[in-house]
């Protein structure tokens, strides 16, 4: 019932773009991708007309975005396209599956794994203002095992945002490391590993006229690690998973003044699959995410901040008749400060023939309060005392066909 977008590996292979920013402005439609200025300046996905901070992406089932931001929103720039191997975009609220934000959608990455034998491959590529792009990549696998290596080093003199004020140039530099290990135990039970380090450095302009345009500059770390087991047996299917994500941001004024912000997530997550028949199918889970960051207040002072939030879901997917396909999804989200959410969908498909189809939905979501809502500065609500999530409702209803 959900309008779906696939972009897959032969899309993303034959497209001349480096970031996956600008790989989406190309290949997908009613999405809005904004960036601040030129290469490695802030980048959102707009999904539905809704700021970033309403919808969500993962990345080999890690959650992407920064609880020090000031709305726990993903920045998407600085993400290559060379490890990426599909891309699924589901538009309209996803709430009940994917929980907290995903309210304009949700926005699947699974990276490269190895495929059988032994592989390496090398990119290099230049363009305008010195402007280096390097890729390599390690991949293979047998019967029982499978594995991705993958770096890119990108940088760029860049220009002026403000050119017609400066000549000053705004440099960037990214270096990025991606890797991906699977392992057979049995024929039912396998176990995923999925890491991902970046390192970038920007020098932006200083909007105030008279003030050093050398110094502004921000310097990110992150890293995302991610393991799951797998089993399989009969009509059951269940995964476990933990992933763990980690990311420190130095801005740097045009005084020189250095601050640092931090943000992390753990997630314990298990999700269930059992299929009764080939049109009836139930899928359920549960999660608990902790989420924590430290925010600069005085010079050599922090503010501390944390949360949870524990979830449980189910979503039973079904044929009643014919040609006509259904879900029905629940989900309840307990967060340690903003208290329980409950959110609920239902999706119809009516299948005309193998090219077109009717689907609708209607569904409700929520956004809970960003750390830096309920804590920084001691401005916005310092004590945490009553601070709600945000509630939305939606309904969407769409025709689609398909022509050779």
Do not use: C
Not at 372 to 392: F, L, P, Q, R, V
């Amino acid at each position: 019932g959900s309008q779906v977008t696939i972009i897959d590996s032969k899309d993303i292979e034959k497209s001349p773009e480096t970031f996956l920013i600008d790989l989406l402005k190309n290949e997908t439609q009613g999405l809005n991708i904004f960036q601040l200025g030129s290469v490695g300046t802030n980048a959102g996905i707009q999904m539905r007309g809704l700021p970033k901070r309403y919808s969500t992406v993962y990345i080999d089932g890690v959650k992407m975005s920064d609880p020090s931001a000031s709305d726990n929103g993903f920045y998407s720039q600085g993400l290559f396209k060379n490890s990426i191997d599909r891309i699924e975009i589901l538009k309209g609220s996803q709430s009940t599956l994917y929980g907290n934000s995903a309210v304009g959608g949700t926005i699947n990455i699974f990276t490269k794994k190895g495929t059988l034998g032994k592989h390496s491959n090398v990119e290099v590529n230049r363009d305008d203002h010195n402007s280096k792009d390097i890729y390599y990549s390690l991949d293979g696998a047998n019967k029982k095992q499978n594995y991705y290596l993958g770096f890119n080093y990108y940088k760029t003199d860049g220009i002026s945002a403000m050119n017609n004020d400066n000549s000053e140039k705004d440099s960037y530099e990214n270096n990025s490391l991606k890797a991906n290990y699977g392992y057979k135990i049995s024929d039912n039970n396998k176990i995923e590993n999925s890491l991902t380090l970046k390192d970038s450095f920007l020098n932006y302009d200083e909007p105030t006229d008279g003030r050093d345009d050398t110094k502004p500059s921000t310097d990110d770390i992150e890293a995302h690690y991610s393991v799951k087991f797998i089993n399989t047996s009969n009509s059951f299917k269940n995964t476990f998973g933990y992933s763990k994500s980690a990311s420190s941001r130095m801005v740097t004024s045009y005084k020189g003044e250095e601050s640092t912000y931090e943000g992390f997530r753990d997630m314990l997550t298990y999700l269930g699959q059992y299929n009764f028949n080939l049109d009836n199918k139930v899928i359920y889970g549960s999660d608990i995410e902790f989420v924590s960051a430290k925010f600069p207040t005085d010079p050599g002072k922090n503010l501390k901040s944390d949360e949870e939030i524990y979830s449980q879901y189910i979503d039973y997917q079904f044929r009643p008749y014919g040609n006509i396909y259904t879900t029905i999804g629940a989900r309840n989200d307990k967060h340690t400060t903003a208290g329980d959410e409950q959110s609920y969908r239902i999706t119809t498909v009516y299948k005309i023939n193998a090219n077109s189809k009717i689907r609708s939905s209607y569904g409700t979501g929520f956004l809970f309060p960003a750390l830096y809502d309920g804590h920084a500065y001691g401005w916005s609500n310092a004590d945490k005392d009553s601070i709600n999530a945000e509630k939305t409702t939606s309904f969407d209803l769409g025709y689609e066909t398909f022509f050779d």
